[in-house]
C-alpha cells in the first residue's frame, strides 16, 4: 500500500518537474512535506545538500533518499523508477518519430531556433558552475585556490594533451587533495 | 561500440557528474563527438534540444537520447539505466552516513578540485557548440544565442518554457521568411 502511494506520488512529480534542476523542489514541497507528511522541511534541504554532493541529477537523488526512508531498498528502486518513468515513455515516442531516415520539416525549422538557443542555456549554466566552484563567497570575491589550481591545469591541458575527460576530472580531484595535504603540512 | 561499451561509457560519465542540469551535456558531448567521433555536433545539440521537451532531469534524457540514436530501443534502455543507476547506487549507500560523509576534509578537498576541472571542461564545451550553432545564419543565431543566455542566467524563467519559445521562433521565422533573407 504504502509503496503503491509512493509510485503514484513520484510519476506525479515526474510527470510535471520541467526545467530540470531545482524545479522539482516546490513539487517535492508539495507532495512529500505538505501532503504525505514523509519528509520535514528540515530533511528537505538535508536532500539538498547530500545532492551537491554526490552525481546525478537533484531528482534522482530525491526520489533514492525519500523512497529508502519510506520504504527501504524497494521503496527506493520503486521511486526512482516512477520518476523516470513519464519522461521516458516521451521520449521512446518522439525517439521513435525522430530517429527515421526522412526529416521532420516542423522540427528542422524549430531546430534552427533550438540550436543557438540551447548553446546560450549550457554557456549559463556554465558560468553557474564555474561562479559556485571556483569562489567561496561572490562579495565579497574569495577565490578558492583548490578548485582554481585544477581549474587552470585541466583549461591548460585539455588544449596541449588529448585526455579522456574521466582523467582530466581524476587529475583535478587528485589536486584538490594534494592542495589539502600541502595546506595541512604548512599549518603544522 | 558495443551496447555494453556504451552502458560503461554514459555509467561513468553518470557517476562524475555533480550539480545535474547541463552540467552532463558537456561532458557527454567530448566522450561521443571528439573521443568516439559518433556523433556530430549538430546532432548533439539537437539531441539536447530534445531532451528539454519532456519532464525530467535533462541528463537522464540525453543519456536516453544519445542510446536511442545510436543503439536504436535496447541503447535507449541502456542510456536510462546507466544514467540513473550511479546516483541511486551511491545515495542508497549514503543514506545510512551522510553526515560524516558530506562533512570529511579530504572528500571536501577532491570534490572541489574536481569542480574546478569541470569548469574547464564546460567552457571549452561551450566554445565549440557556439561555433557550430553560429556557422549559418549568423545573426540570428548570435542574437537567440545571447538572449537566452542573458534570460537565464539572469531570470528564474522555466527552462522548458525557454526552449519552447526558442522552437516557435526558428520554426515561424524559417516558416514565413525565405531562407537566404534570414541573415
Redesign the interface.
Known sequence: MILWQLFVAFLYI????????Y?ILPLIEEVMVTNLGWLTFQEMT?IL?????????????AA??IG??VGG?PG??IA?TA??L???I???I??HF??QDRPIL?M???????????????????????L???FFTLSPLVI?P??????????VL?HSKKL???K??A???????V??AVERLLIS | MSLWQFFLTIFKISSITFGGGYTIVPVVRDAFVDQYELLDEEEMLDLTALGQTVPGPIAVSVALLVGYRLKGRRGALSGLLAAILPPFIIISILYFFYEAFASNVWVRAGLRGMSGAISAIMINAVYRLAKVSLRKHRLFSALLMIATFIISFFTSINKALIVFTLGLVGYLMFTFVPEDKIP
Open positions: 515526474g510527470t510535471f518537474s520541467y526545467g530540470g534542476g524545479a538535508d545538500s547530500l545532492s551537491q554532493v554526490t552525481p546525478g541529477p537533484i531528482a534522482i537523488n533514492t533518499f529508502m526512508r531498498v527506493a528502486m526512482t520518476s523516470v513519464p519522461q521516458s516521451a521520449l521512446m518522439l525517439g525522430l530517429f516542423f528542422e525549422r524549430a531546430l534552427h531556433g533550438l540550436r543557438p538557443g540551447v548553446t546560450g542555456l549550457v554557456a549559463s549554466a556554465t558560468l553557474s558552475v564555474c559556485a566552484s571556483l578558492d583548490f578548485a582554481l589550481v585544477a581549474f587552470v591545469t585541466v583549461f585539455q579522456s575527460i574521466f582530466l576530472v587529475i583535478g580531484a587528485s589536486l584538490g587533495i592542495g589539502e
